[in-house]
């Protein structure tokens, strides 16, 4: 099992910036993959961005050179910088982690962005 906790969302303008942590407990020594996926009302849950743990990463072509993920050496905590926010980020913005076959996810997190 893995646990996962998220922080960092909130209401911002358009143009800002907001970033979000996600801490990894349980069994985090056995992660393949962490990131964050978002859903918005109405809409099916996608893939924002990802590491691996060989430290590739993958994007949505939507959030390219506007979000960045980083992570810590002990691949237990990931973070989303999102700038230049527009209102069609608005989301509920989850942590996801990859551990021997299953699939984790965090409670969301929710990030609105004001036009």
């Known amino acids: 099992q893995v646990q996962l906790v998220e922080s960092g969302g909130g209401l911002v303008q358009a143009g800002g910036s907001l970033r979000l942590s996600c801490a990894a407990s349980g069994r985090s020594f056995s992660i393949n993959t962490m990131g964050w996926y978002r859903q918005a009302p109405g809409k099916q849950r996608e893939l924002v961005a990802q590491f691996t743990r060989d430290k590739s990463t993958n994007y949505a072509d939507s959030v390219k050179g506007r979000f960045n993920i980083s992570r810590d050496k002990t691949f237990t905590r990931v973070f989303l910088q999102m700038n230049s926010l527009k209102a069609e980020d608005t989301a509920i913005y989850y942590c996801?982690?990859?551990?021997?076959?299953?699939?984790?996810w965090g409670q969301g997190t929710q990030v609105t962005v004001s036009a």
């Open positions: 996801s982690v990859n551990s021997l076959g299953a699939t984790y």
